[in-house]
T-cell receptor, first 112, second 113 residues
Framework: RKEVEQDPGPFNVPEGATVAFNCTYSNSASQSFFWYRQDCRKEPKLLMSVYSSGNEDGRFTAQLNRASQYISLLIRDSKLSDSATYLC?????????????FGKGTKLSVKP | GAGVSQSPSNKVTEKGKDVELRCDPISGHTALYWYRQSLGQGLEFLIYFQGNSAPDKSGLPSDRFSAERTGGSVSTLTIQRTQQEDSAVYLCAIANGNYYGYTFGSGTRLTVV
């Protein structure tokens, strides 16, 4: 069975904290990896793709370890507006437009 | 989200009735997906359309569910004889291009009473 596993949280952190989320996936043939953000009662929105060499977008850093089938997301200097559920997403069949498999998400709550 | 329009945004229906959910993507996107998200749960893949190929229906939970995509654009998801366990948010998505993830519509919240 193709799965994506995440710690459900919640992660409760103060503003300014650094927080890390982890994710493991079961299909070694997967080629595309993403982090999505989902606000309460809203649709998921793409936060960032995850590349083999690791990549950074402002306060957000994503890492991929293919050997361990492990993905991470690091958020530095957390803001109140970062409060959301973060979804780890992996393609299901190694194809470019095949269906994506979503983890159940890790809930982040940033407090003042 | 921009690029994918879903209707209705909310639907309340009685158990046993049929419902039809609509997804209208902006033109030019050949890949279209339906997912559903039950309360407190992750996204569950339902069906995937890619161009003129036969759709991947492997995620449809029962034969009460069907979907079609006409003219390579608008898609409708039909649920026959709705059950309470069908209550969920039904999300439509388009691919952003190879390896660039999806853009989701804002979803249809279905409540079966």
């Amino acid at each position: 069975r193709k799965e994506v596993e995440q710690d459900p949280g919640p992660f409760n952190v103060p503003e300014g904290a650094t927080v890390a989320f982890n994710c493991t996936y079961s299909n070694s043939a997967s080629q595309s990896f993403f982090w999505y953000r989902q606000d309460c009662r809203k649709e998921p929105k793409l936060l960032m793709s995850v590349y083999s060499s690791g990549n950074e977008d402002g306060r957000f850093t994503a890492q991929l370890n293919r050997a361990s089938q492990y993905i991470s997301l690091l958020i530095r200097d957390s803001k109140l507006s970062d409060s959301a559920t973060y979804l780890c997403v992996v393609d299901g069949d190694g194809g470019s437009q095949g269906n994506l498999i979503f983890g159940k998400g890790t809930k982040l709550s940033v407090k003042p | 989200g921009a690029g994918v329009s879903q209707s209705p945004s909310n639907k309340v229906t009685e158990k046993g009735k049929d419902v039809e959910l609509r997804c209208d993507p902006i033109s030019g996107h050949t890949a279209l997906y339906w997912y559903r998200q039950s309360l407190g749960q992750g996204l569950e893949f339902l069906i995937y359309f890619q161009g003129n190929s036969a759709p991947d229906k492997s995620g449809l939970p029962s034969d009460r569910f069907s979907a079609e995509r006409t003219g390579g654009s608008v898609s409708t998801l039909t649920i026959q004889r709705t059950q309470q366990e069908d209550s969920a948010v039904y999300l439509c998505a388009i691919a952003n291009g190879n390896y660039y993830g999806y853009t989701f519509g804002s979803g249809t919240r279905l409540t079966v009473v």
